[in-house]
């Protein structure tokens, strides 16, 4: 799920970086924030962070399951690490 997620978070943050600080109020006509920008900074950041958010867990997953996959159990039940 979070393979998909993230570049579309991304994507859809970027793209609504690129259109004018006005956009709602220029298509809808309406003006929710008072024409500061703020709800439209939100729309574009919010995205955005959705999408870092779920890269660091990716990252954080992966990382644990590298650090399972290479810990070992040797016969005599003391832990063997290793590098390669």
Do not use: H
């Not at 709602?24 to 309406?30: C, K, N, P, S, T």
């Amino acid at each position: 799920m979070s393979t998909i997620a993230l570049p579309v978070c991304a994507a859809t943050g970027i793209m609504f970086g690129f259109l004018p600080r006005t956009w709602i109020e220029l298509r809808f006509g309406v003006d929710p924030d008072g024409g500061s920008g703020l709800f439209e900074f939100l729309i574009t950041a919010l995205p955005i962070a959705v999408g870092l958010g779920l890269a660091i867990r990716r990252i954080t997953l992966y990382r644990n399951m590298t650090s399972q996959a290479i810990e070992k159990v040797d016969v005599m039940g003391e832990k063997a690490y290793f590098s390669g």
